[in-house]
């Protein structure tokens, strides 16, 4: 697309956020090639990158005022989804949410067949003083997403269960594509509860090998993956 046309597509992402004094910024080089643009919304910055190809948005960052706890998680997660919707990101998944200074930052991941596609993730900050979308990263998911044909797996989930370490208590199991090294590989998923920590542990769905094993943690800045 010409820049021109990326200034539109601009414009019609935050067609709700009363866009003020647009301006062309330097275009980004990286994985992603994009056209740069800014705008005052309430006297503060909204800086968003769309994508020479395609004319997707990439990431976009408001530094809005986001000083109070005005609305509850399931209200940011309404306009998290909505927003990812506007932007054309159909069959997101919501894997993980944060609070954190007074924001919510949640993380999508595509869903094909009900497998959750990890590579392809998306990551949005809602305000919860304003209740609106301040963040989105999508760089990941662009980077990644492709038509793909995902196979069945060849073990079973009480297979999978044998290379759980003891004591585990499961809770949510789901089948997740994730990427080990350069490859991507079909897991069993596994949410439980060891000695009051939450973990999840990832089995590879074909060999019954343990490939990823990450637990909650809880820091100033909210719960993390370690």
């Not at 408001?62 to 706890?69: D, T």
Request: glycine share 6%.
């Amino acid at each position: 697309i010409t820049k021109a046309e990326g200034r539109e597509k601009f414009i019609s992402y935050f067609r709700d956020y009363e866009l003020k004094n647009i301006r062309e910024d330097a275009d980004a080089i990286g994985k992603i090639e994009c056209y740069c643009f800014s705008a005052s919304v309430n006297d503060q910055l909204l800086y968003a990158q769309i994508s020479k190809v395609g004319g997707k948005l990439i990431m976009f960052e408001y530094r809005g005022s986001c000083n109070a706890s005005n609305f509850q998680e399931e209200s940011a997660l309404e306009k998290a989804q909505a927003f990812l919707e506007n932007a054309g990101l159909e069959n997101m998944e919501m894997v993980w949410a944060n609070e954190s200074s007074n924001e919510y930052t949640f993380n999508f991941v595509y869903e094909k067949d009900g497998v959750l596609v990890y590579p392809d993730m998306v990551k949005v900050r809602v305000c919860l003083e304003t209740d609106m979308v301040i963040g989105l990263d999508a760089v990941s998911y662009y980077a990644n997403h492709v038509e793909r044909e995902i196979e069945e797996p060849s073990i079973s989930v009480e297979m999978a269960k044998e290379d759980l370490f003891s004591g585990l208590e499961i809770g949510k199991i789901n089948l997740a594509l994730v990427k080990i090294g350069s490859k991507e590989v079909l897991c069993y998923e596994f949410e439980g509860v060891f000695e009051d920590q939450l973990y999840y542990v990832y089995i590879d769905a074909n060999s019954g090998r343990q490939v990823e094993n990450f637990k909650v943690v809880s820091t100033k800045d909210g719960t993390l993956l370690a």
